[in-house]
């Protein structure tokens, strides 16, 4: 039943106009994780704060990321110089590196707030989250999935 209701939110977020597609798909990500991890109110209450000041950097990452990156990329391989294509290898390792930063300090401050155990139910929490999310989505745009064999 839960899961229903939660696909029938996200189907919804997905006919919403674009005003708020961030907030809302935030507060759905928050219930998702708080239910999947079985957050007690006090676990909540320190974990929230933590989670929320990494997934703004995080959010800020690939916002640079798309246009640092994915610009170029739909500026067109065929006119990029061998040196701006290094620059942009460069760029892509040095974003990387940055999360995979961002991952370790948080993953260290949630050591204090959650048991290691619902730190790994986290991770397969949010990659779910965003799974379901992108089914959705394509979904809503009248996608039948992935074309062809795996």
């Not at 065929?78 to 370790?104: P, V």
């Not at 949630?110 to 290691?116: G, K, Q």
């Not at 730190?119 to 779910?128: G, N």
Request: glycine share 4%; hydrophobic share 35%; charged share 35%.
């Amino acid at each position: 039943m839960k899961k229903l209701i939660f696909i029938f939110l996200l189907a919804t977020i997905t006919m919403h106009a674009q005003d708020g597609k961030h907030e809302k798909i935030k507060a759905l990500k928050t219930a998702y994780i708080t239910q999947q991890l079985s957050l007690t109110p006090s676990e909540a209450e320190k974990f929230w704060p933590v989670y929320n000041k990494y997934d703004e950097k995080f959010h800020d990452l690939r916002k640079k990321e798309k246009s640092e990156i994915y610009q170029k990329l739909r500026d067109g391989l065929d006119s990029m110089s061998e040196s701006d294509a290094n620059a942009l290898i460069d760029t892509s390792l040095s974003l990387e590196s940055e999360e995979l930063a961002l991952r370790k300090q948080m993953i260290t401050e949630l050591r204090a707030v959650i048991s290691p155990k619902k730190i790994i139910i986290l991770k397969k929490a949010e990659d779910d989250f965003k799974r379901e999310l992108l089914d959705r989505y394509r979904h809503g745009k009248g996608e039948k999935g992935p074309k062809g064999p795996k």
